[in-house]
């Protein structure tokens, strides 16, 4: 995937990882964004770590993966900056 596949990717992964956990969170869509592209990296890792595969484009088994990971990086990213 190319770089503006990541951001376009991070941007509806963030935006879901936000729908399915909100929360008052700084930083708005730029933050949203950077956190959706860090989930879909960690979605990918636990993925291929469980043998499920990784995150490869924009099909509902990579969606599901990079969601995962943004509610991860979402859920640690309310800890630490609360």
Avoid: R
């Avoid at 008052?24 to 960690?42: C, E, P, Q, S, Y």
């Avoid at 636990?46 to 509902?60: E, N």
Wanted: no cysteine; glycine share 22%; aromatic share 12%.
């Amino acid at each position: 995937m190319g770089f503006i596949s990541w951001i376009i990717l991070g941007l509806i992964v963030g935006a879901l990882a936000k729908w399915i956990m909100p929360g008052k969170d700084g930083g708005g869509w730029i933050m949203t964004i950077l956190l959706g592209i860090a989930g879909a990296f960690v979605g990918g890792y636990i993925g291929q770590m469980l043998g499920w595969g990784g995150v490869s484009g924009f099909d509902v088994g990579s969606l599901a993966l990079a969601v995962l990971g943004a509610l991860v990086v979402l859920f640690v990213y309310n800890k630490v900056s609360s």
